[in-house]
């Protein structure tokens, strides 16, 4: 069994910076891609960023050049920094990867989710 646990997170706000991190535990034999979801009420989980394996890394266009993904593939933990946080960001964010747990069986795994309030 794998699981995501996430931390970081809270209140913010408008213009400050905030880092969240998700770390990775269980049955890994390696993880490909990593990211960073974030969801409202009563919208669709959006992605954020993600971080493969050999760090290539995709922003979502809103978040470009204030968040910044990174992973630490040693300790199987995914960082989220984020700055110039704006109200908008507010959400919940969800860490999500890829895990290999045998050469040959990749599952997906979403962590349980971190709150993310800008505002002043």
């Known amino acids: 069994q794998v699981q995501l646990v996430e931390s970081g997170g809270g209140l913010v706000q408008p213009g400050g910076s905030l880092s969240v991190s998700c770390t990775a535990s269980?049955?890994?034999?390696?993880?490909?891609?990593m990211a960073w979801y974030r969801q409202t009420p009563g919208k669709q989980r959006e992605l954020v960023a993600k971080?493969?394996?050999?760090?290539?890394?995709d922003y979502a266009d809103s978040v470009k050049g204030r968040f910044t993904i990174s992973r630490d593939n040693a300790k199987n933990t995914v960082y989220l920094q984020m700055n110039s946080l704006k109200p908008e960001d507010t959400a919940v964010y969800y860490c999500?990867?890829?895990?290999?747990?045998?050469?040959?069986?990749?599952?997906?795994?979403w962590g349980q989710g971190t709150q993310v309030t800008v505002s002043s």
């Open positions: 999500h990867a890829y895990v290999v747990v045998t050469p040959r069986h990749e599952y997906s795994y």
């Open positions: 269980g049955s890994i034999f390696s993880i490909n891609a």
């Open positions: 971080v493969t394996s050999g760090g290539i890394t």
